[in-house]
């Protein structure tokens, strides 16, 4: 369990000004689709669900997709994969950047949708294609992976959050059609742990928190769940009298960031971490378990 008493305290502004409009777009549309598929950030399954997609996607058969999870803790993705199993969702675990996972999205609709698929057989509606709409949050990858599933350019992609503005059908095969959606925050944070993890895996942009205290944030999460991470990239043992600016000095010693006599950058070295942690430097590292403690999102 992550101790939340040790961590400094941060005040998290988020204000997305077309996150209302994305949501009422979705609303609007919801009815028009025999499932949803809800890309999630298997570093951050919790963190990355928004809160809102149970009542979204009331009533609706809901395939869960951990991406990214050739950057997430296997053992870890594990137990999530089984979380949501338990909860009666379809998974589906995926790499869009590598196509890891990707085949199996079409066989794991059709299995998900096999009674709606009959039932629209005995109607007469023989070769009805099946009409899913993906839901996730900004750069969750969803863009990508709808890219990968497509076999083609079908999506915009990029790296920074929110380039998906408006709805497309995408047509997948004869008998599969996706509808993508802008990929929609909430208006606030329930907790500073939620907007911390959409920080370090930059799903919102890090510079709307302060980055020392972020990085210092980060160290003590890293401390507790995997210190041979540091002990591997930074070379220090972190030991757990230190706080976790502490343990950011600690790290800019070894990396030499020093700004005059005595004095270090740790806003160098926050940068450098959360850089680091992005290109897979610092291993295969989940930031969330699910039986850590904290509350899901949505509750």
Known sequence: MIDKNVYESMNIQWFP?????????IEENIKMVDAVCELLDARIPRASRNPDID?????????VILNRCDLADPAITARWRKHYEQQGLSVLETDA????????????????????????EAKGQIGRPLRLMILGIPNVGKSTF????????????????????GKQWIHIDA???LLDTPGILWPKFDSQEVGELLAITNAIKAEVLDKETLGANFMLRLRQMYP??????????????????????EAAKKRGFLVSRGEYDLERMANTLLSEYHDGKLGRLSLEEPNDGALDAGK
Do not use: C
């Open 228 to 249: 041979h991470a540091l002990m591997e990239r930074y070379k220090f043992e972190p030991s757990p009298a230190m706080n976790g600016f502490e343990l950011l000095e």
């Open 146 to 165: 709808i890219n990968k599933v497509a076999g083609r350019k079908a999506a915009i992609a990029g790296d920074k959050p929110g380039v998906t503005r």
């Open 55 to 63: 009542r979204l996607a009331a009533g609706k058969p809901r395939l």
């Open 97 to 120: 950047k590598s196509g890891k996972g990707i085949k199996g999205f079409g066989p794991a609709v059709r299995a998900l949708l096999a009674d709606k698929q009959k039932e629209y």
């Open 175 to 177: 008998g599969l059609d």
């Open 17 to 25: 000004g077309h996150m209302t409009k994305a949501q009422r777009m």
